[in-house]
């Protein structure tokens, strides 16, 4: 089956992550990555850091979260659209498996689409209440 335009318009390459994010399927997000993505983590976040290629991301990132989070989910919610650029603004859900302790918190992401794939993204949240919540 081929791709129409709508199907890599950015918002819907974005929601498409979201989605092969939310079911675990580290394949059908990195389908969504460009081969040079630059992905960011914001400074005080676990794993922050700039990663690169479709299996650094998902090795560096959603793995690593999955490792030290059950449930971690980000629920999109609102998203802003200016060209290339796709502002979503989401939450995260998770409970540490060492604290055991909740986390529920706001999050803004802002990816940058060409081409039908995520090239660039960078994260922004409240740090500290994920520290909080992987601390004892």
């Known amino acids: 089956m081929g791709l129409t335009p709508d199907d890599t318009a950015p918002a819907t390459v974005v929601r498409r992550q979201y989605l092969a994010s939310a079911a675990g399927d580290l394949a059908a ?3 969504t990555l ?3 993505v630059e ?3 914001m400074a005080g976040f676990p794993l922050a850091g700039t990663y690169r290629t479709p299996d650094g991301v998902t090795t560096n990132v959603m793995e690593k979260l999955a490792q030290d989070w059950d449930n971690w989910t980000a629920h999109d919610d609102t998203y802003v659209v200016d060209g290339e650029n796709v502002v979503v603004l989401a939450r995260y ?3 540490h498996r060492t604290t055991h302790k909740p986390l529920n918190v706001r999050v803004a992401h802002h990816f940058t689409v060409r081409g039908g794939l995520i090239v660039r993204f960078e994260q922004f949240t409240d740090t500290a209440l994920v520290r909080d919540a992987a601390t004892e």
Request: hydrophobic share 40%; glycine share 0%; net charge negative.
């Open 39 to 41: 992905w960011t983590e």
């Open 29 to 31: 997000l990195r389908a």
């Open 34 to 36: 460009a081969p040079d």
């Open 93 to 95: 859900t998770a409970t």
